[in-house]
């Protein structure tokens, strides 16, 4: 992660603002335009933002889909909280599906925790990162999607899912409406997270505070279709739809 918390609040201010000087930052954030061009060149170098006209702006791809780089370093504090409930519905030997998302990238880590278990994914990030751990881990295959590179989708990745049964499925989107609606950018991505539901005993969604009452193009379904809603906050406002953890 960020090895400077300073990086963090970059990030979050560059989410809220879109394009901000050198100079703001400095007095956003009490600290020199020196440190503040040092951070945004880590965070250039990392693919993160693009520094222009004396500023920066975050690296934002034509689907609206922030790179993955950007996404596991935002909300860093509220995705470790969610890892941590989420972790807990895992018992030893349990079969689990993990979706793309940079939150179950955070869980993977919480998983390393559990004996026995086997892990299937489409996530390139998430199989770098258990390779170097002894559990057993199951990639779907697929083609690189077109609009996030470290995610496998299409027929290969979704027969995958479709040949296995799992104890739970945990998975992440960009929003949730005010209604129960879950949504995101991609309809391939939304495919692939249809079989995961479908062939689980148990169907988790994760989701941050942030993406509360928003939406995207795609609907992926509905709170009322999952079994549990992992937040790093209080969602009390949609436990008539499922629970709440």
Aim: aromatic share 8%; charged share 25%.
């Amino acid at each position: 992660m960020l090895k400077n918390e300073r990086e963090n609040q970059i990030l979050d201010l560059l989410k809220e603002k879109g394009f901000i000087s050198v100079a703001d930052f400095s007095k956003m954030l009490f600290a020199s335009e020196s440190s503040i061009r040092r951070d945004l060149t880590n965070l250039e170098k990392k693919g993160i933002v693009r520094r222009s006209y004396g500023g920066a702006e975050l690296i934002v791809s034509k689907s609206n889909i922030l790179p993955f780089t950007t996404r596991a370093y935002s909300n860093v504090e509220e995705k470790q909280i969610i890892a941590k409930k989420a972790a807990e519905l895992v018992s030893d030997g349990d079969v689990v599906f993990l979706d793309q998302s940079s939150t179950c990238y955070f869980l993977a880590m919480e998983l390393l925790k559990k004996k026995g278990i086997t892990i299937v994914t489409n996530s390139l990030i998430i199989l770098n990162y258990l390779s170097l751990t002894d559990l057993k881990v199951i990639s779907t295959g697929g083609v690189l999607s077109r609009d996030d590179r470290t995610c496998l989708v299409g027929e290969s990745a979704e027969k995958t899912y479709d040949s296995i049964f799992a104890d739970i499925a945990f998975f992440s989107t960009k929003s949730l409406s005010s209604d129960g609606v879950i949504s995101d950018c991609t309809q391939e991505e939304i495919s692939v997270r249809k079989i995961m539901m479908k062939n689980s005993s148990k169907r988790v969604y994760l989701c941050n505070s942030a993406k509360f009452d928003t939406k995207s193009p795609y609907i992926q379904c509905s709170l009322s279709d999952v079994d549990i809603l992992v937040s790093e906050n209080s969602a009390q406002k949609y436990e008539k739809y499922c629970e709440i953890l």
